[in-house]
């Protein structure tokens, strides 16, 4: 009897037998690859010195429905230990703003994308420094004429008051004019503020402001 | 009856407007159009009774500061404003769609005025930007009443 079913069903054990010694492959190459990805992130944090940050997750409440800000609302505040000038980040290592009200359970974001943010940024490898200028499309400033700067270099916040080495985004546009001493470039990010639901707190910050 | 239905609808859609503002559905070039501000002097504009106008304005913004209860000192603007356009109606020309865009432009200008008056030097193209965004929308808003207007008048 067991022959016969054997017989009977030798057809879709072998099938079975084949999915199964593609999944375990499949399964060993995901684990190679997670391996590798674990190493790179590790090298990056290295890079960037900062594998010891502790951070507190929040979700985005609100966000400022008018022009000429834009502030996030999000649902952590002084009862969670939030304090006024912690850095706030999208990812791990991207910065997103600072924290600039606290209340009982919530905090307002002021992010790269106000009028009103101001930061000291470095760009590229060659460390080229200037000004943050936020807004619609934060903008780079103070960066005199004839200074070597490539579309995508990456930008990196040296701010005294945020962590160092920070990535805020990459170079979009160079705009510099022969008569001008200074050029101005605009910065793109990799995200939609739009599409942001959560962000990451650096807790226990202390800058220098 | 007939009154509280109309009220309902109002809400219906300053709710649908809120929701589209503070979410960003119709920014355009990060630029988001002023909605609030939209239905405030809508109906500083097309209620003919200065009383109900009144109630409306009140609705608004008791409306919008439940759904957007951080943004409170904007709204209550937008409302300060509204107020005043209610003031002042009589002094418009009389011609709905030409005071609506007029009420507009001092009203967009006003609430950065008085928010953000920084926001005329910062970002002066994003202010233009706006108030092209409101009147149009606001136009097309006119529109689209007159239209239905028309329409129950016709049925």
Do not use: C, H
């Amino acid at each position: 009897m067991g022959l016969f079913l054997i017989w009977f069903y030798r057809g879709k054990i072998f099938i079975g037998l084949d999915n199964f010694k593609n999944l375990s492959q499949s399964l060993g190459e995901l684990r190679l690859e997670n391996q590798g990805l674990r190493l790179e992130i590790a090298e990056l944090k290295n890079k960037l010195n900062l594998q010891s940050q502790l951070y507190l997750t929040a979700r985005v409440y609100s966000r400022y429905p008018f022009n000429d800000n834009q502030s996030l609302i999000i649902d952590a505040g002084s009862q969670a230990g939030v304090q006024a000038g912690w850095p706030v980040l999208t990812a791990e290592n991207y910065l997103l703003g600072k924290v600039i009200k606290v209340k009982a359970d919530t905090s307002e974001v002021r992010t790269i994308f106000s009028s009103d943010w101001r930061s000291a940024v470095r760009i590229g490898q060659a460390g080229i420094e200037a000004l943050l200028a936020g807004g619609r499309q934060p903008k780079l400033e103070l960066i005199p004429v004839g200074t070597r700067i490539n579309l995508d270099d990456e930008v990196f916040s040296v701010s005294p008051d945020l962590p160092m080495n920070l990535f805020i985004g990459k170079v979009s546009e160079i705009n510099s004019q022969p008569a001008a001493s200074l050029q101005e470039v605009k910065l793109k990010t990799d995200y939609d503020l739009n599409q942001i639901r959560q962000v990451l707190i650096i807790t226990d910050y202390e800058g220098f402001d | 009856m007939r009154d509280l239905i109309k009220i309902l609808i109002w809400l219906f859609f300053v709710f649908l407007a809120v929701i589209v503002q503070t979410n960003r559905f119709l920014e355009l070039n990060g630029v988001n159009p002023n909605l609030i501000l939209l239905f405030i002097l809508l109906a500083v504009i097309w209620e003919k009774e200065f009383r109900k106008a009144l109630i409306l304005i009140f609705l608004i913004i008791a409306l919008s500061t439940v759904v957007l209860p951080y943004w409170s000192k904007q709204i209550l603007t937008l409302g300060g404003l509204g107020l005043l356009a209610l003031l002042f109606k009589k002094f418009l020309t009389g011609g709905i769609l030409g005071d609506f865009l007029i009420l507009i432009l001092l009203g967009s200008l006003g609430f950065y005025l008085i928010t953000d008056y920084q926001y005329f030097f910062t970002d002066p193209i994003a202010i233009i930007a706006e108030l092209f965004y409101n009147m149009g929308l606001g136009a097309i808003l006119i529109i689209i009443l007159k239209f239905f207007q028309r329409q129950t008048k016709l049925a």
